[in-house]
């Protein structure tokens, strides 16, 4: 009974179910226009954890936390995000290669599986009602997925396409701007990229909302790489999000969400700790996935 409840996940806020190493770049939420009297703030945060011990050994933390200004048409917000997961696994060697294993020859190996966060800063200045210019940068790291560190900006036009009391209709056109270190003895690569983005939002009741995301990012440069050289277009990426959030109660937040990520160039795998063959350089998995559910407690 005591090893099953040490088993439970102590979960404070986020928990976070990734198909891959996941590339969690920061979420490419649109920016819409609000009537606002003087200054606004929001703020929000979750965080979780989730640990097991006995025969399944684990430790994941994750955090993130959002806050923005609105003064009147200039809007200025900041999401962070990080995430850290551990894990014991089972080895069963037979050194002494007599065919079985005895009690000398099972071990516990120790691999970090997610180890990533991000800060996104972003500008929005609104004008002629649906019309916005909109400017952001961006900073990262996602080490199991080959990436050591990431940084750009952003910066381009943003239009309400539709909206009434339930429904609306975003679009953005821009510029994106992508500089990425490896973990690996790779070359780096800065990308130019035109963007795209469209985004839907639903106020199903008082309480409840939808969220769907779509971007997609078409590098306008050929890229010089440790594996061959990238040419325009062929390392495109795409961004997919979908997102379900009711309230629980006054300040706490219920959400549900799927992102999925597309790199059609993926950065080399970090490595091991023997070298690969000569020529060999292995590449992360083209496409990330992650199912998160969250609660959400706004402070503001």
């Known amino acids: ?3 099953s409840l040490a088993s439970l ?20 939420e649109f920016a819409k226009k609000e009537e606002v009297k003087g200054v606004e703030w929001k703020a929000s945060a979750s965080a979780g954890l989730i ?12 955090g993130s936390a959002h806050v923005s200004r609105r003064d009147g048409d200039d809007k200025l917000t900041f999401d962070g995000a990080g995430a850290f997961a551990r894990s014991e696994v089972l080895l069963a060697i037979d050194s002494n290669g007599n065919g079985t294993i005895g009690p000398d020859e099972i071990t516990r190996d120790t691999q970090t ?3 990533n ?8 200045r609104y004008f002629a009602g649906p019309n916005s210019a909109f400017l952001s940068g961006r900073i990262g790291a996602d080490e199991p ?9 952003q910066i381009g036009y943003s239009r309400e396409l539709y909206k009434d009391d339930v429904h609306e209709i975003v679009a953005e056109i821009g510029y994106d701007f992508t500089y990425e270190s490896y973990v690996g003895k790779t070359d780096n690569l800065a990308i130019h990229s035109a963007r795209l983005y469209a985004g839907y939002n639903a106020k199903l ?12 990012l078409f590098n306008l440069n050929g890229e010089s790489s440790s594996t061959g050289d990238i040419s325009t277009f062929e390392d495109t990426r795409l961004n997919l999000k979908v997102a379900l959030t009711t309230k629980l109660v006054q300040h706490i937040d219920f959400r549900f ?25 292995p590449l992360a998995d083209k496409l990330d996935a992650i199912t998160e559910v969250a609660l959400i407690v706004s402070f503001i």
């Not at 966060?117 to 929005?124: A, H, Q, S, T, V």
């Open 205 to 216: 009741s008082p309480d409840t909302s939808f969220l769907a995301d779509a971007e997609a």
């Open 51 to 62: 640990l097991t011990t006995g025969n399944s050994r684990a430790l994941a933390v994750s």
């Open 117 to 124: 966060w991000n800060f996104k800063l972003r500008y929005d």
């Open 257 to 281: 969400s799927f992102t999925a990520r597309y790199d059609n160039a993926p950065a080399p795998l970090p490595g091991f700790a023997k070298p690969y063959d000569p020529g060999f350089i």
């Open 1 to 3: 009974m005591l090893r």
């Open 113 to 115: 599986t997610t180890r």
């Open 9 to 28: 996940a102590l979960v404070v806020g986020t928990l976070a179910v990734e198909g891959t190493a996941s590339a969690q770049e920061p979420k490419f």
């Open 145 to 153: 997925a080959g990436k050591q560190l990431y940084g750009g900006g």
